[in-house]
């Protein structure tokens, strides 16, 4: 079973950026699933934010959060990345990295019904 772990998170205040990382373990690789990135607020939804294929074609979802966020995959060191630049109080919230087959234009839908593995998520606090 493909494990994902994420790691990156923290406390900062608005204005400031992380990256946050998702690396694949248990000896599975990532190389051919399409990679998503999502997040929950406290008290909301999980929400689908940004997606990328395994080719590399990036697919944002999240328009509060356009501009402010790149997505990128190193599938050698079975590695996906979220830059979060400009963060915002209202960007706080868990974020979770996950896996799947199903296209990323399919992987957002009905809070990621279509995702095969989901990583356990990593606490970003953005506060003053």
């Known amino acids: 079973q493909l494990q994902l772990v994420e790691s990156g998170g923290g406390l900062v205040q608005p204005g400031e950026s992380l990256r946050l990382t998702c690396v694949a373990t248990?000896?599975?690789?990532?190389?051919?699933?399409?990679m998503s990135w999502f997040r929950q607020a406290p008290g909301k939804e999980r929400e689908g934010i940004s997606c990328i294929s395994t080719h590399g074609l990036i697919a944002p979802y999240e328009d509060a959060v356009k501009g402010r966020i790149t997505t990128s995959r190193d599938n050698a060191k079975n590695t996906v990345y979220l830059q979060l630049d400009s963060l915002k109080p209202e960007d706080t919230g868990v974020y979770y990295c996950a896996a799947h087959n199903v296209p990323c234009a399919v992987a957002p839908a009905r809070g990621g019904s279509g995702v095969k593995y989901w990583g356990k998520g990593t606490l970003v606090t953005v506060s003053s």
């Open positions: 248990s000896g599975f690789t990532l190389d051919s699933y399409h």
